[in-house]
């Protein structure tokens, strides 16, 4: 079998925000920047979630199935971003639970089988960008903020344009009427009502 090429084809993961910097940002101040029309690399991405479970730690999880696509501007600040996320994708390594997480004390998936986020707006803040949208889930839609830091733009082995992205938000799940739990004898709860969602993404360039 022939050995697979790692090697990008030009120098790699060039950071998008430098900390020594106040510079404006545009396309010209990015190295690497492109506009167009970028799709989630699903392969070498990652939508994970975690939650507090007996108040003493967190149970995490993962969706297996997602996409999502990216529109940059020539003001980066412009640029678009929606995802979706199919729920019954749900896998936090246990069978019983995640058919539990699937019924109508969770996400209600037979009604509700998509998670979906559209951005409204992007600001630059330091080092990071703070992505605005609407996230919809159980058919309710809240505001959220993703606090994202952007990798870098780079060439793969195989000739694709791509760039990295790591986002982080945080949402009350009893606001989006995902509202089960179980008190405990000792005090508290079953389950935390916050639940922190993670993004660690790769997208590629699509031909015009």
């Not at 919809?136 to 959220?144: A, D, E």
């Given at each position: 079998?022939?050995?697979?090429?790692?090697?990008?084809?030009?120098?790699?993961?060039?950071?998008?925000?430098?900390?020594?910097?106040?510079?404006?940002?545009?396309?010209?101040?990015?190295?690497?920047?492109?506009?167009?029309?970028?799709?989630?690399?699903?392969?070498?991405?990652?939508?994970?979630?975690?939650?507090?479970?007996?108040?003493?730690?967190?149970?995490?999880?993962?969706?297996?199935?997602?996409?999502?696509?990216?529109?940059?501007?020539?003001?980066?600040?412009?640029?678009?971003?929606?995802?979706?996320?199919?729920?019954?994708?749900?896998?936090?390594?246990?069978?019983?639970?995640?058919?539990?997480?699937?019924?109508?004390?969770?996400?209600?998936?037979?009604?509700?089988?998509?998670?979906?986020?559209?951005?409204?707006?992007?600001?630059?803040?330091?080092d990071d960008l703070h992505?605005?949208?609407?996230?919809?889930?159980?058919?309710?839609?809240?505001?959220?903020v993703l606090k994202a830091?952007?990798g870098g733009f780079t060439?793969?082995?195989?000739?694709?344009?791509?760039?990295?992205?790591?986002?982080?938000?945080?949402?009350?799940?009893?606001?989006?009427?995902?509202?089960?739990?179980?008190?405990?004898?000792?005090?508290?709860?079953?389950?935390?009502?916050?639940?922190?969602?993670?993004?660690?993404?790769?997208?590629?360039?699509?031909?015009?």
């Amino acid at each position: 079998m022939d050995q697979v090429d790692w090697t990008p084809r030009f120098e790699p993961q060039t950071p998008l925000f430098r900390k020594d910097t106040t510079m404006t940002l545009t396309a010209a101040t990015v190295p690497g920047y492109q506009t167009g029309t970028w799709k989630i690399d699903p392969t070498h991405s990652e939508v994970t979630f975690s939650v507090r479970h007996l108040a003493i730690s967190k149970v995490k999880g993962k969706f297996e199935t997602f996409d999502a696509t990216v529109v940059t501007a020539e003001n980066p600040l412009e640029s678009t971003v929606e995802a979706n996320i199919d729920v019954a994708s749900i896998n936090t390594g246990q069978e019983q639970r995640d058919q539990h997480l699937k019924t109508s004390d969770f996400f209600l998936t037979e009604e509700h089988p998509q998670l979906t986020f559209r951005s409204t707006s992007i600001e630059a803040k330091g080092d990071d960008l703070h992505i605005a949208g609407d996230l919809t889930l159980r058919g309710v839609t809240k505001p959220v903020v993703l606090k994202a830091e952007l990798g870098g733009f780079t060439t793969d082995g195989y000739g694709q344009v791509k760039f990295g992205a790591e986002a982080t938000t945080k949402i009350d799940r009893t606001e989006f009427g995902v509202n089960w739990n179980a008190a405990l004898e000792a005090g508290g709860f079953t389950l935390g009502n916050d639940v922190t969602i993670n993004l660690d993404v790769q997208f590629v360039l699509q031909a015009a």
